[in-house]
């Protein structure tokens, strides 16, 4: 016998109790198994000890499938991109590029790295400095709008570069309208694999730096992955090109198309751009992901 089938009225009020219900069990079970697992840490970002909470089902199997990755590096990717901070929300990728940009500005006399980015946007050293956020980070962006010289903006699709689309500015790697030498730090995540023209995206991010300035970022690197490749290209008219098997982010096939794949000349790609580089919590390995690269503008 079938189910006898639901009310309208009824469904609409019972289906987002069920689901959040359904949300709160996953949190006490994944909260549980992080401390049992001993996985208690300190955060970065918001500065308190909490558990760590590890998701293994934020990385899909289609994604799995079409990066053909072992299950080693599948929970690397998982652990890249979750290990949640139960007091903050800031996953792993998130929490290692705050540790960066704490090691990397240092505030205080004598100068040492702040205890986490909460505290250290509140410092004098941190508000002098000028920050772009080029695609909002989530777990760090939050904390860093409260700097006085934050710029924060997003890519919108067929909206113009600078434009304000519901109220957060629109900004194109390829051709960013900040001024040159705007900028002391700018900071993407997971963005740079997504850009069709990667030479023209640093060039930017080169330009808007002042000498001496900083780029820190996250990519996603596979540890046996000799040379960069390219696996789409945007033709003129606006299509693409595929040149080998399409891979999207976060789902395989759903998500934002990977135009770059990068290998471990990342950092001879980066040096003919003006860039020097320096890896964060490097190598790349089949049980660590979540490298944080840290970018220098150089001047010949």
Known sequence: MGRLPMPGPIKRVLVPIWNEAHRLGWLVREQSAAILSGSTSLCSVCGKVRPMIYRRRVVPEKLVERWGLTPELAAALARKESSDCAGC??????????????????????????RSLAGWVKSPEAARLRVAEINRID??????????????????????PGEIVEGTRSEDLTRLTYRDESFDLVLTSESLEHVPDLDAALGEIR????????????????????????????????SIKHLAASIHHPGGDVGYLVFTEFGADLPEILRAAGFELTVHFGPVRDDDLAQVYGCERIDS
């Open 207 to 238: 330009r808007v730096l002042v000498p001496g300035g900083r780029h820190i970022f996250t990519i996603p690197v596979l540890p046996d992955e000799p040379r960069t490749f390219s696996r789409a290209e945007l033709r003129p008219d606006g």
């Open 139 to 160: 777990g760090i962006h939050e904390v860093l709008r409260a700097l006085p010289n934050f710029a924060s903006s997003d890519y919108h699709p067929g909206a113009l």
């Open 89 to 114: 929300g800031a996953k792993l990728r998130a929490r290692r590029l705050a540790s960066v940009i704490l090691e990397t500005f240092p505030v205080g006399s004598p100068p040492a790295p702040a």
